[in-house]
């Protein structure tokens, strides 16, 4: 019989904002979310970027917790973020929930569309 586990909340969002300049801005938003992750207790172990013509960038951040990434499109004002925030030996919702919340507000936001999947 397979038990019910929860290992952590995965939040998958969309972001529009009111205007693009963080989303062309990747050495901002890679050291704001590195100094964000170690001010809430996150464990950074690796990070992967890449920054497109045209101004957008993809942002990957492999945490001891799992991972966060985000995909930017300037010329929409629009990106897309994946928090999942995991451990098997204590709940880290709340976690996920900040950590996902800061890196909004970073991004000026105009709305938001999130789903939370919890795994």
């Not at 009111?18 to 170690?38: R, V």
Request: a neutral charge.
């Amino acid at each position: 019989m397979k038990k019910n586990i929860t290992t952590g909340l995965h939040i998958l969002g969309e972001v529009f904002t009111k205007e693009n300049s963080t989303l062309t801005d990747l050495p901002f938003i890679k050291n704001k979310i590195l100094k964000l992750i170690e001010e809430i207790g996150l464990s950074n172990v690796g990070f992967t970027a890449h920054e497109f013509a045209g101004g957008g960038f993809t942002l990957i951040i492999a945490l001891a917790e799992s991972h966060f990434s985000i995909h930017t499109w300037p010329e929409m004002n629009y990106a897309t973020l994946d928090v999942f925030v995991c451990n098997i030996d204590k709940d880290n919702t709340l976690l996920a929930k900040m950590f996902f919340n800061r890196v909004v507000k970073l991004l000026n936001p105009k709305s938001i569309t999130q789903r939370e999947i919890i795994r």
